[in-house]
């Protein structure tokens, strides 16, 4: 009988706060909030959950390795292992998505639910990402505290039932961030001078590139053209106005980390040969 009585109970708390959510957030042109707020800490609490037996299952199938790393590099590894499922999920589903009718005969208003789903499944990630940057802000910086925020709220807006169009530039660079978040493990892996490390980080470069710097600057353009003419169908006009601030954002930010990656490759790719000649030519003096 307590059983059924707690049941009862839990089940008349959801719908007070699902009504209050929908009070709160709707008239705010959210009501992804109240419609996905069950789906999102389900989500968290996944994350949470693979961020926790990370350890454990690289204690098992890896033991050489995570036996040589710090304690900082162990939580390090842990993130970059959850990252790159995250970004596997992602960008699988993005692209799966890329030529649907729907969103692409209307990029303001189209929609989708099963996609919008599909995206409401990703915040608790970002939910995740976000407040690592905030409690660890020392270590990631301003850049990333940004681009965790601007992702939540974009997600947020995406999951209304507006601009769902935009996830798709803007989260397809996701799949640069598999071969990037590879390339952190091979180095802590040891792997650094290894041919799997170089090729690897050769397709991070062109995924970059072709992804960040290419297709999602394109539709940030044309986007930011679209809100200056006033061609935003029946968006509510401030989120038109937060997207096309939010391209612009990438875009810069992906030019600063241009500069990051560009030193990289060329440590990757060539440096190691300079040493090597350096080391040649003092060994035959």
Not at 163 to 192: C, D, M, T
Request: proline share 2%.
């Amino acid at each position: 009988m307590s059983h059924v009585v707690t049941a009862s109970g839990l089940s008349a708390l959801t719908s007070g706060l699902d009504s209050a959510i929908h009070a709160v957030f709707d008239p705010m042109h959210l009501s992804g909030v109240g419609k996905y707020w069950k789906v999102t800490i389900v989500s968290l609490v996944v994350h949470l959950m693979i961020f926790k037996a990370v350890p454990i299952v690289t204690k098992l199938f890896m033991p050489r390795v995570y036996k040589k790393l710090s304690d900082a590099d162990k939580r390090s590894w842990s993130v970059y292992v959850l990252s790159l499922l995250h970004s596997v999920y992602d960008s699988a589903f993005i692209i799966a998505y890329m030529n649907n009718p729907a969103l692409n005969g209307d990029k303001m208003g189209g929609y989708n639910e099963q996609f919008e789903y599909l995206l409401a499944t990703t915040l608790g990630y970002y939910v995740w990402d976000l407040s690592l940057c905030m409690l660890d802000y020392s270590n990631y910086g301003l850049m990333y505290l940004i681009h965790g925020g601007l992702g939540v709220f974009g997600l947020i807006i995406i999951t209304s039932r507006q601009l769902q169009f935009y996830a798709i530039p803007y989260l397809l660079p996701e799949l640069s961030s598999v071969f990037l978040n590879l390339r952190h493990l091979l180095k802590y892996a040891g792997k650094s001078d290894s041919l799997v490390y170089k090729v690897n980080f050769l397709m991070f470069l062109v995924a970059f590139i072709s992804i960040r710097l290419g297709f999602e600057t394109y539709h940030s353009y044309y986007l930011a053209l679209d809100v200056y003419r006033g061609n935003t169908g029946d968006v509510f006009y401030p989120f038109a106005v937060y997207y096309a601030i939010l391209g612009i954002t990438l875009t810069t930010l992906n030019v600063i980390w241009l500069r990051q990656i560009l030193y990289a490759t060329y440590y990757t790719f060539f440096a190691d040969s300079k040493k090597t000649k350096e080391a040649r030519a003092r060994k035959d003096e």
